[in-house]
Each structure stands twice: as structure tokens, then as C-alpha cells.
């Protein structure tokens, strides 16, 4: 697994808050492996790690989002293919 360094996680998660609220302007969705490469973490092949890193993503942008503005964000937006589901925690924690 390829470990992100804070300064790429901070520049993701900027990534991430932008794709989350075109995506809601657009009322549409994605799967993790879609919005991974919408923000630069994935080039071409989809790894197994992709999907941790992903979710670490949205949930330190959550993070992020709720202590500095509280303007909740749509996650829910990003999706399990498998399932057509968001995942558990980010479904709990989405607007």
C-alpha cells in the first residue's frame, strides 16, 4: 500500500470538496473508483488500498468541512458499486 503524505491528503481533500459539491449541483453520483480518479488519487489501476484511501479522504474532508464551516456536504454522493451504496459511515454522516 502506498502511504499518502499530509501535504497529498490536504491537496485530495481540497480535491474532494470540489467534486462532492459538483456533484450535487449536478445531481449525480459516483463510485469510489470514480471519484478517486476525479481527484487525482488514482492514475489508471484501481487497487485494493484505493478504497481505504478514498474513505480516509471523505471522512477527513467531513471532518475538515464540520469544524470549519458546518455546511453539510452531500457523501452520500460517492458509492459502493457493489452495493449502490454509500458506505456505512459516510452514509451516517452525509446531509
Same mark, same amino acid.
Given at each position: 500500500?502506498?502511504?499518502?503524505? #499530509? =501535504? ?6 481540497? *480535491? ?6 459538483? @456533484? #450535487? =449541483?449536478g445531481d449525480q453520483r459516483m463510485t469510489? *473508483? ?6 487525482? @488519487? ?12 478514498v474513505t480516509f ?39
Amino acid at each position: 500500500m502506498q502511504k499518502l503524505t #499530509a =501535504k497529498d491528503a490536504h491537496t485530495y481533500c481540497i *480535491k474532494a470538496e470540489d467534486v462532492l459539491r459538483a @456533484l #450535487a =449541483k449536478g445531481d449525480q453520483r459516483m463510485t469510489y *473508483k470514480e471519484f478517486g480518479r476525479a481527484i487525482g @488519487l488514482v492514475d489508471e489501476i484501481w487497487q485494493p488500498w484505493h478504497r481505504q484511501q478514498v474513505t480516509f479522504i471523505l471522512n477527513t474532508t467531513i471532518d475538515v468541512n464540520d469544524l470549519c464551516n458546518g455546511e453539510l456536504l452531500q457523501y452520500h454522493r460517492v458509492y459502493n458499486q457493489a452495493t449502490d451504496q454509500p458506505g456505512m459511515g459516510i452514509a451516517r454522516r452525509s446531509a
